[in-house]
């Protein structure tokens, strides 16, 4: 007897916790889809740029260290 009130409880807190869930995501201010298209875009505008600079500093050592060690 002890087991299924055991399994009852445990299925109440889980009922709880996905209620306090729903009731949190409630209060959550979403942005809107233009706001989102905007920092989507921005997102990606950054990634290349720091694609870019990453890869041309890249390119530099590279030359560098054959330059150097290699003596290309």
Do not use: C, P
Not at 9 to 27: A, D, H, P, Q, T
Not at 40 to 50: D, E, S
Not at 61 to 71: I, K, Q, S, Y
């Amino acid at each position: 007897m002890t087991h299924q009130t055991t399994t009852k409880r445990r299925g109440f807190k889980l009922f709880n916790y996905v209620s306090e869930i729903v009731n949190e995501l409630k209060k959550v201010v979403w942005l809107t889809r233009r706001e989102v298209a905007y920092l989507t875009g921005l997102v990606l505008i950054v990634t290349i740029i720091a694609g870019i600079v990453l890869g041309a500093i890249d390119f530099g050592f590279t030359e560098l260290v054959n330059r150097v060690f290699v003596g290309g």
